[in-house]
C-alpha cells in the first residue's frame, strides 16, 4: 500500500523552530514533485512550499526565507525546516506528492496526501 506519513509537528514558542518530515513508501517507481500544505483552523488549505524532482523549490510569500523545504530521493523523503515561527504559522501541515506506482490496475501515477501533522506556535 502507497502511503505518505508525516512527523515533527508539536508545540513550540514564537520565534522557535521544527522540522518536518514525510516519507514515502510503498511500490513506487518514481516521485515527481513533493509539496507541503498547511490549513489553518476556519480556513482552506493551501500551498506552502514545493519542491521538484530536480530539486527547484518554490515558497509561498509568507514563509519566504524562514522556511526550506528539501527532500532525500534515496529515501523517499522531504522535509521542512521551520524557522522563526509565528502564531499565524498554527496550522495542519500535509504532505503531498505525486507518485508513480504499481497498483492492482498496473503502473499509473496518483497524487497522494499524508494524514497531517499538527503545529502549534504559541507561548
Known amino acids: 500500500q502507497v502511503q505518505l506519513v508525516e512527523s515533527g509537528g508539536g508545540l513550540v514558542q514564537p520565534g522557535g523552530s521544527l522540522r518536518l518530515s514525510c516519507a514515502a513508501s510503498?511500490?513506487?517507481?518514481?516521485?515527481?514533485?513533493m509539496n507541503w500544505y498547511r490549513q489553518a483552523p476556519g480556513k482552506q488549505r493551501y500551498l506552502v512550499a514545493t519542491i521538484t524532482s530536480g530539486g527547484s523549490t518554490n515558497y509561498a510569500d509568507s514563509v519566504k526565507g524562514r522556511f526550506t523545504i528539501s527532500r532525500d530521493k534515496a529515501k523517499n523523503t522531504v522535509y521542512l525546516q521551520m524557522n522563526s515561527l509565528r502564531p499565524e504559522d498554527t496550522a495542519v501541515y500535509y504532505c503531498n506528492a505525486a507518485l508513480y506506482v504499481i497498483g492492482p490496475s498496473g503502473y499509473s501515477w496518483g497524487d497522494y496526501w499524508g494524514q497531517g501533522t499538527q503545529v502549534t506556535v504559541s507561548s
Open positions: 510503498g511500490r513506487i517507481l518514481k516521485i515527481n514533485a
